[in-house]
């Protein structure tokens, strides 16, 4: 019996027997809070993964560890993720809602052995903050540029920008500005809001006073968003013929049933929407939809983190359960395949996700009202993205 005990362990040392292990995900998101929908959403794009695919790469066992940050909180961020890596010690962390939190857990990615693959956060500079970071969302540079080439395709020649003063608000600013000048319109002003604005009307009064056929507007989904849409409607914009441009971020399927009909004919170009019709997002909303519970809470870090869970997934067969980040990060630079959204790839470049943009109108379907895709913007990289 010793005999074999030994020589079981000698196969062992040898790489004649494989050894199960448990691989721990660390997960950092807005679990509570007024954003705690989002991470919600997180949790059901994981779950979601894992119900259709199981837990298990190989021989080994994947473990989530969630950590909750319920707004944006640079130095908790940093702390979360060192907390993971060397209390919890995850191999490979994700999520990221707010770009201050990305960016803050950024450097600690080298010296912890560790890659990042961002759910969310979307200012183009993070993925220069450490080479350890893939992202499998969006950037607003990359769902804010099609828009300026509707608005003049649509005979909108003057426009406003109303965006929040963060990294992806002036992403987004940034991105429309240049596309709409560049296709011979006019911006006549420009406002940043602080992050914690919740009274609009001061700002509708603005957009009506400055002459624009068309307002583009960035605000980060959730609680600001529906008031930033409510004071839209309530102020008399749109009866005064002044047209509401933005990314999707404005009209998330969550927040349609509050909005109603005052919603309706709204344009945003964003990557994804809950009625993308095709086989891969029917099986996705099918599973995430059970796995957060209300259906109608659904919407888009879900196809973040569901789509993330693959790009880890495939770090750890290349690594074969070893923690390696340059390896893991090696390994799904130019990775391609069919997501809930459409035809994806990991740029090779900057890790980034490249990826179809569509233009969306919400419209009512069967007394619904959903973002209806209705022009699609095929292979659209990150415009934003600067070589470090």
Same mark, same amino acid.
């Given at each position: ?141 990359? @769902?804010?540029?099609? $828009?300026? /080439?509707? #608005?003049?395709?649509?005979?909108? +020649?003057?426009? =406003? &920008? ?62 600001? @968003?529906?008031?930033? $849409?409510? /004071?839209? #409607?309530?102020?008399?914009?749109? +009866?005064?013929? =002044? &047209? ?145």
């Amino acid at each position: 019996m010793k005999r074999l005990t030994l020589l079981a362990l000698a196969l062992v040392l040898s790489g004649g027997v494989a050894i199960a292990d448990t691989i721990k995900i660390g997960v950092v998101g807005p679990f509570s809070g007024p954003a705690a929908q989002q991470g919600r959403n997180f949790q059901a794009g994981i779950d979601a993964w894992l119900a259709l695919n199981g837990n298990k790469i190989g021989n080994d066992t994947i473990e989530i560890v969630y950590r909750d940050l319920p707004t944006a909180d640079p130095a908790k961020s940093a702390a979360l993720t060192r907390d993971l890596i060397v209390g919890e010690g995850v191999r490979y962390l994700a999520g990221y809602y707010y770009t201050p939190d990305a960016m803050a857990a950024a450097p600690i990615l080298v010296e912890g052995n560790v890659p990042m693959v961002v759910f969310n956060a979307a200012t183009s500079a993070i993925m220069n903050a450490s080479p350890y970071v893939v992202r499998t969302s969006f950037t607003t540079w990359q @769902t804010s540029t099609p $828009m300026a /080439a509707v #608005a003049r395709e649509r005979g909108i +020649k003057k426009a =406003i &920008t109303v965006v929040t003063d963060y990294g992806p608000g002036v992403d987004a600013e940034s991105a429309f500005v240049k596309g709409f000048k560049d296709a011979g319109g006019e911006i006549v002003a420009s406002v940043r809001m602080p992050m914690n604005t919740n009274d609009f009307s001061p700002i509708m009064q603005r957009i009506k006073d400055s002459g624009a056929e068309a307002v583009f507007a960035f605000l980060p989904s959730g609680p600001a @968003t529906l008031g930033f $849409m409510k /004071a839209f #409607a309530e102020n008399g914009l749109k +009866k005064a013929g =002044i &047209t509401l441009l933005a990314p999707g971020d404005l009209t998330q399927e969550s927040d349609l049933p509050a909005l109603g009909d005052s919603a309706l004919g709204t344009l945003t170009t964003f990557h994804y929407a809950v009625s993308h019709d095709s086989p891969e997002n029917k099986a996705f909303v099918a599973a995430a939809s059970k796995a957060i519970g209300d259906p109608a809470s659904l919407t888009f870090p879900a196809v973040g983190a569901y789509d993330g869970m693959y790009v880890i997934s495939k770090m750890i067969e290349a690594t074969k359960g070893k923690q390696d980040a340059k390896a893991a990060v090696e390994a799904v630079k130019g990775l391609s395949w069919i997501s809930p959204r459409g035809p994806v790839t990991i740029d090779p470049q900057n890790r980034h996700i490249t990826q179809n943009i569509y233009l969306r109108e919400v419209a009512s379907e069967n007394g619904k009202s959903i973002n209806k895709e209705i022009r699609t913007f095929e292979k659209q990289g990150d415009p934003g993205w600067k070589a470090p």
